[in-house]
Nanobody, 126 residues
Framework: QVQLVESGGGLVQAGGSLRLSCTASGIDFRIYNMAWHRQSLGKQRELVAAITSGSSTNYADSVKGRFTISRDNAKDTVYLQMSSLKPEDTAVYYC????????????????????WGQGTQVTVSS
């Protein structure tokens, strides 16, 4: 079965840390570009971070220096390490996979993602 399963969300105080995981099944994970998106109530989906199959990375300005995306091809898993969390980071976080992509930096490229996860809630209290 082709799917992405996120985990690691939860409730954390401002300034705290969380690590999200997204594990793939049914695909050759190594060849896929991966990304984390988020969406909060009343707002559009935001591209948070992305990583190519070759492990090049890109981040939204709002999370640079605080979040780190990484991948472990042996475990078919992509991670999002989040530190110095702020209340405005509260959202449902989704991972996405796309095999062929022109650039990982553009949100519109991820609109055509091959696979989406079901999302995991992150809540940051002030």
């Amino acid at each position: 079965q082709v799917q992405l399963v996120e985990s690691g969300g939860g409730l954390v105080q401002a300034g705290g840390s969380l690590r999200l995981s997204c594990t793939a099944s049914g695909i050759d994970f190594r060849i896929y570009n991966m990304a984390w998106h988020r969406q909060s109530l009343g707002k559009q989906r935001e591209l948070v971070a992305a990583i190519t199959s070759g492990s090049s990375t890109n981040y939204a300005d709002s999370v640079k220096g605080r979040f780190t995306i990484s991948r472990d091809n042996a475990k078919d898993t992509v991670y999002l390490q989040m530190s110095s969390l702020k209340p405005e980071d509260t959202a449902v976080y989704y991972c996405a996979a796309r095999w062929k992509i022109a650039t990982i930096q553009r949100m519109c490229e991820w609109d055509e993602a091959d696979i989406w996860g079901q999302g995991t809630q992150v809540t940051v209290s002030s």
